[in-house]
């Protein structure tokens, strides 16, 4: 096993730092989105993994990988208005610390930024390598395109 880092391009959203912390803080606010043909994606673009049973709440997130049973990514670190620090547990074939910084342009104006570190094995690497940094950008797209209240 040996760790990659993944680093999204910096994405600006047009909200208020603290708006967009406190709405991804909270994963509650991202399970309709999951739900919503997050999933569907994720399988089409990684058939090897087929994800089901997804569940939440405010620290944490819960589901089904089939053949390798039930997995969880949980908030460990919240550093107010600045940083989510994210970490996998459980049946996860990948062990994944992930963050989400924000640093504020103006007032209205946020700069988003995701880091992924991957802990995999060389086979599961070369699986999914290029398709984690491709989909390190896309989240960041998805993130950065939220309906932020």
């Known amino acids: 096993m040996s760790t990659t880092k993944y680093v999204s391009d910096v994405k600006v959203i047009n909200n208020n730092q603290e708006v967009i912390f406190n709405y991804l803080s ?53 550093e107010p208005h600045k940083t989510i620090k994210i970490n996998s547990s459980g049946g996860m074939p990948v062990g994944i610390t992930f963050w989400i910084q924000l640093l504020p342009v103006s007032a209205y104006e946020t700069k988003l930024r995701l880091t992924l570190d991957a802990d995999m094995s060389m086979m599961i690497k070369m699986m999914v390598n290029k398709k984690l940094e491709e989909g390190i950008n896309r989240l960041a797209d998805m993130l950065a395109a939220l309906p932020y209240r």
């Not at 569940?55 to 053949?67: K, N, V, W, Y």
């Open 26 to 78: 909270n994963f509650e606010n991202l399970s309709k989105y999951v739900n919503e043909g997050l999933l569907t994606k994720m399988t089409e673009q990684i058939p090897q993994i087929k994800i089901s049973n997804f569940e939440s709440d405010a620290d944490s997130c819960r589901f089904q990988i089939a053949g390798m049973g039930l997995a969880e990514i949980r908030i460990i670190e919240r």
